[in-house]
C-alpha cells in the first residue's frame, strides 16, 4: 500500500537523477506532498516558496522560461486555486509549468473541508493544452510524472493523501490520452470508471459483485484531461451502455461530466450514473466519508444493482 503523493516524491528524486534540469518548488506542504525527497536529495534544485502560492506559480513559470529548467510544483490541490490567474497565464504564454496537487477530495478525512480538493478537476479541465493526469496507485504516478517532464505545455498530477493498492506491474506502459481496463470479463453488464482512491472503491465493489453473480467493467482513465474517448465509447457498448463514474470531486465540471460529453456522440442507447460528493463536506475518518458521500465502494455497488433493476 503506497499513496500516490508519496510516489509523486519517489518519482521526482528518480527524474533529479536522470537530468539535473529537473527543480521542484512547494509551498510549505513538501512533507506532506513529498516534495521534502527531493529537497533531501538535491537541496540546491529546490525553492521553498511557503505559503505563497501565487507566488510560487509565478516563480516556477520563469523556471520554465526558454526551457531553461523542467520545474515541478507542489501544494494541497486546492491552493492551486488561490494562483488560478497566474495558472491562466501561464497556458496563455504556452509555459510547460508543471503542477502537483495532493490531499485531493473527502478522502483526506480528518484534515477537514478547508482542504479538501473537490473542484480542481473543473477548473484545470478548463486550462488549454494542459493535460490532468489523475493516477491510481504508485506505478501510474510515477509514469505521470515522467510523462508530465517530457510533455510541451502545462500538465497538473493530482495525487491523493491515503495508501492504496499497488495495481500495475512496474513495466505498465501508460500514455497521455489512454485509459486502463483493470478488470473485465466477456459478461459485464456495467461500465465503473473511476480514478485515485474511487477506482479503489470500484475495485472493492467489482470482488463484492463477483461473489453475487453480477459483473462489472473497471476502468482506470489515467488522464481525465484528454479523455480516452475511444475507449469509453468502446467498452461502454460492450457493457450494453451502463455506465457509472465514481468521484472524489464534486460532480460539476469533474469526471462524470466529462464522460457524459463522451456518452452524448453514442450510436447506441446510455445509461450513466454520476456518483459524486453533493454537498460540503465535513471532518471525519476517510472510510466515514466515502460513505457518507456516495462514493465507497457500498455505494458502487448499490448503483449496479439499481441500473441493472
Known amino acids: ?127 488549454p493544452n494542459l493535460v490532468y493526469f489523475y493516477p491510481s496507485d504508485a506505478v501510474s504516478a510515477c509514469r505521470a510524472v515522467e510523462l508530465a517532464a517530457n510533455y510541451k505545455h502545462m500538465t497538473f498530477i493530482r495525487t491523493s493523501r491515503p495508501a492504496t493498492a499497488v495495481i500495475y506491474d512496474n513495466d505498465e506502459v501508460f500514455e497521455i490520452g489512454k485509459a486502463k481496463i483493470v478488470k473485465q470479463t466477456d459478461s459485464d453488464k456495467v461500465l465503473v470508471i473511476g480514478a485515485g482512491i474511487t477506482l479503489d472503491s470500484a475495485l472493492k465493489a467489482h470482488a463484492s459483485l463477483q461473489g453475487k453473480g453480477k459483473n462489472i467493467r473497471v476502468m482506470d482513465p489515467f488522464t481525465i484531461k484528454p479523455l480516452d474517448k475511444a475507449a469509453v465509447l468502446r467498452h461502454a457498448e460492450e457493457c450494453g451502455g451502463n455506465v457509472i463514474t465514481v468521484e472524489d470531486h464534486y460532480p460539476e465540471g469533474g469526471i462524470g461530466e466529462a464522460v457524459a460529453s463522451v456518452l452524448s456522440s453514442a450510436n447506441f442507447t446510455t445509461k450513466h450514473k454520476m456518483l459524486a460528493v453533493r454537498e460540503i463536506p465535513r471532518s471525519g475518518p476517510p472510510a466515514v466519508l466515502l460513505e457518507l458521500f456516495g462514493i465507497s465502494a457500498n455505494k458502487v455497488e448499490e448503483a449496479v444493482f439499481e441500473m441493472l433493476k
Do not use: W
Open 1 to 127: 500500500m503506497i499513496a500516490t503523493r508519496m510516489a509523486y516524491g519517489d518519482a521526482l528524486v528518480k527524474l533529479g537523477h536522470a537530468c539535473d534540469r529537473v527543480v521542484v518548488l512547494d509551498a510549505d506542504t513538501k512533507n506532506s506532498t513529498f516534495a521534502l525527497k527531493f529537497k533531501n536529495e538535491f537541496p540546491d534544485r529546490f525553492i521553498e516558496c511557503f505559503i505563497a502560492e501565487q507566488n510560487m506559480v509565478g516563480v516556477s513559470l520563469g523556471c520554465a522560461a526558454r526551457n531553461r529548467t523542467i520545474p515541478f510544483c507542489s501544494t494541497f490541490a486546492t491552493f492551486f486555486t488561490r494562483a488560478m490567474d497566474q495558472i491562466r497565464m501561464a497556458a496563455v504564454s504556452q509555459s510547460a509549468l508543471n503542477m502537483a496537487g495532493s490531499h485531493c477530495g473527502v478522502s483526506i478525512g480528518e484534515d477537514g473541508p478547508s482542504q479538501m480538493a473537490l473542484e480542481d478537476i473543473a477548473a484545470f479541465r478548463a486550462i
